[in-house]
């Protein structure tokens, strides 16, 4: 069993910055890709940023240059930092594991007033 707990959200101006932060349990964190994910009120959840468990990164096209994800094995946290938000980075982020099945955080709400 996985548990993802998030963190760091907020409200935040146009052009500011956020990192946020996500807690798991289980021993095998080091082995596990893990990724972040935001839906927007009416729209679909997406792919935000994504590391493998050896550190490759990915990130969707929006968000390149702005966002950086990372992890720190030793406290089974992994982190997205965020700077020059724009208002449409207004969403509920959430993060994500496989173990087996996919597993899901609780959401923290991130605002980008402009």
């Known amino acids: 069993q996985v548990q993802l707990v998030e963190s760091g959200g907020g409200l935040v101006q146009a052009g500011g910055s956020l990192r946020l932060s996500c807690a798991a349990s289980?021993?095998?964190?080091?082995?596990?890709?893990m990724a972040w994910y935001r839906q927007a009120p009416g729209k679909q959840r997406e792919l935000v940023a994504a590391?493998?468990?050896?550190?490759?990164?990915n990130y969707a096209d929006s968000v390149k240059g702005r966002f950086t994800i990372s992890r720190d094995n030793a406290k089974n946290t992994v982190y997205l930092q965020m700077n020059s938000l724009k208002p449409e980075d207004t969403a509920v982020y959430y993060c994500?594991?496989?173990?087996?099945?996919?597993?899901w955080g609780q959401g923290t709400q991130v605002t980008v007033s402009s």
């Open positions: 289980g021993s095998m964190f080091s082995r596990n890709a």
């Open positions: 994500w594991t496989v173990v087996n099945r996919f597993y």
């Open positions: 590391i493998s468990s050896g550190g490759s990164t």
